[in-house]
């Protein structure tokens, strides 16, 4: 075999990983636990509870102050801020696309959005309600306005509960996706859709081996179904100055839910769908920049360092998954009944 | 002159001050300042602004925090809370219809929406920031990404600058309008829209005296041009056990401004449209039902005593005059980018 002939060969090879990616794009709507399908009548409910902030303790937390749907799902701070000032242990996920993800919160403690929907509330940090009765009954019952909503959401009867709030919100949660990008489309045939830069950032992020993990339609991991999550252990390679300069392993991930010691610094794969958008990065919000958080995840979990032009190509390609936002209505909320204004006072 | 004829004289004298009320419906559109034309590229920037939280100290508190527009324009609160959980002093105005208003806050002490824009930034308990240039510098100007929405609606050059911040805002404010509404649909000649007791308390509310001040479209007294105000004393009779009560006289209201014992407890009339939907009612939010403020009223304005006849009549044809509010879409708002997160965190 001439030399020539070799190179050739090894070019072929060296473009094999790259290949080797399914490049996917998102189906048109995400899936949908059995006993959930989704409504009108139901993301309507769900857009004015998502919205409100009287479900939390002090009035003034709402899901949307956290993650806000007119932002790229999230607040673009390290950590959020919830009721009385007080500050999260964790930067809030993106709600755009969550849909897709079979599990959720950073350490994928929950199977669904649903699950998902009922932990904030009760957070003393976040949205600080006693407890879900206290929730269902000093707020949601109370403002007497939402029964209608919820009657024709979930039929008549006591539907005005916990569970019914979850699976409200969820719903509408389910609307908030973004499958067409300048990437989606371009995988789907428009050519144009994505620049020269952004193409060889797409090859590079395959070849480089960003693709192992952030792999399928969102980025976050090949399919699953819904409760069964694809987790990573991050950092990989401890040794990294990055480490502790980010504080990347203080915090144990999957650990810190299921006490296991094989869970220790595990997580979900997050999607990087809008990831342009959701600055600052990680789990801890420690890293500002979308070019740092690449230099990063190459150094810690690839052992590899990039250049400032791999850098730039790469994040040139994840500027294309920034997505088409829908239009969304604003709900309209009914008014706090006079007898309940003090309870919330 | 025999009784029965003294009587029916009586009573065609008596039905003169309700016959009196000039029934009035609000234009389709609100006065607007000759230098602030509305603009669909302004109220869209308006709109961005109005919800967008980065512009207060804490990055967590919106105008539409305590002007709620997916409610009735304010939070149901007695008073608003601010950053760090700071309450404020008097109760948050509704911000629908504030627009055709001709003076602008509880005291009347700012003359435009424009003007009253640029109060509540730098006010320390409500939205905390510094000082307009920090305002501009730190957050209007380093969030990139609305510099082309302000070229859009103030054309090239330094557009990015607390003036237009304030026009784009009041803007917006004057697409929140609800001219339609039972009460204007009875008015402009459907009898239909109003029911029996609906029509007897319009009558009561007029012979009573209620629309001695609370004439016009608006119920907020005359038309005036902007700038000029329409106040009254409050509370008049200062006798009344209410006053003690509800703690109604402690409040110098545009005193408090302008420091001339003149204004002394005057007040600008303030709207009664949607009054339904903003509960608790007066100043300091201090009287939580809708039929609790007509007794207060009646009695320390006009030093009547109502029967519970009277109030739940008035009441009904004051749930008459909740409008209909205008589908919005939501905003989109730019990320924050990733060099200004740390000065918002």
Redesign the interface.
């Known amino acids: 075999m001439k030399i020539t002939q070799y190179s050739a060969l090894l070019a072929t090879v060296i473009a094999i990983p790259a290949m080797a990616q399914q490049w996917q794009t998102l189906p048109e709507t995400p899936p949908t636990p059995k006993d959930n399908p989704t409504t009108a009548a139901k993301v309507a409910l769900g857009k004015m509870l998502y919205?409100d902030?009287r479900f939390s303790s002090?009035?003034?937390v709402s899901c949307n102050?956290c993650h806000?749907?007119?932002?790229?799902g999230e607040?673009?701070?390290?950590v959020s801020?919830g009721i009385?000032?007080q500050k999260g242990g964790r930067s809030a996920p993106t709600v755009w696309n969550a849909a897709y993800l079979s599990v959720q919160f950073w350490d994928g403690r929950e199977p669904t959005l649903e699950a998902q929907a009922k932990g904030p509330v009760t957070n003393p940090i976040e949205m600080g309600m006693e407890s879900h009765e206290v929730l269902v009954k000093q707020r949601l019952q109370a403002i007497t306005g939402y029964k209608p909503h919820f009657e024709k959401a979930f039929g008549s009867g006591d539907v005005v509960n916990i569970d019914n709030f979850a699976k409200a919100i969820a719903a509408y949660e389910r609307t908030l996706i973004t499958p067409d990008s300048p990437y989606s489309r371009y995988v789907k045939g428009d050519k144009k859709a994505l620049t020269t830069q952004q193409i060889a950032g797409m090859e590079k992020f395959s070849k480089i081996g960003c693709g192992g993990c952030h792999s399928g339609g969102a980025f976050a991991g090949p399919e699953k179904p819904l409760g069964e999550g694809f987790f990573m252990k991050f950092p990989t390679f401890t040794t990294s100055n990055y480490v502790s300069k980010y504080n990347l392993a203080e915090d144990g991930g999957r650990f810190e839910a299921t006490k296991k010691e094989a869970d220790k610094n595990m997580w979900r794969v997050p999607l990087l769908l809008n990831i342009?958008?959701?600055?600052?990065y990680f789990h801890n919000g420690a890293v500002?920049?979308?070019d740092e958080a690449v230099r990063v995840m190459a150094k810690v979990q690839l052992d590899k360092d990039l250049s400032d032009g791999d850098i730039a190509d790469i994040v040139a390609f994840l500027n294309s998954l920034t997505g088409e936002?829908p239009?969304?209505?604003?709900?309209?909320?009914p008014?706090?009944?006079?007898?309940v204004?003090?309870d919330?006072?």
């Open positions: 919205f902030p002090t009035g003034t102050s806000n749907v007119m932002l790229g607040d673009n701070r390290p801020v009385k000032g342009a958008l959701t600055a600052p500002q920049t979308l936002f239009e969304q209505t604003m709900p309209r909320l008014a706090t009944p006079d007898s204004i003090a919330i006072n």
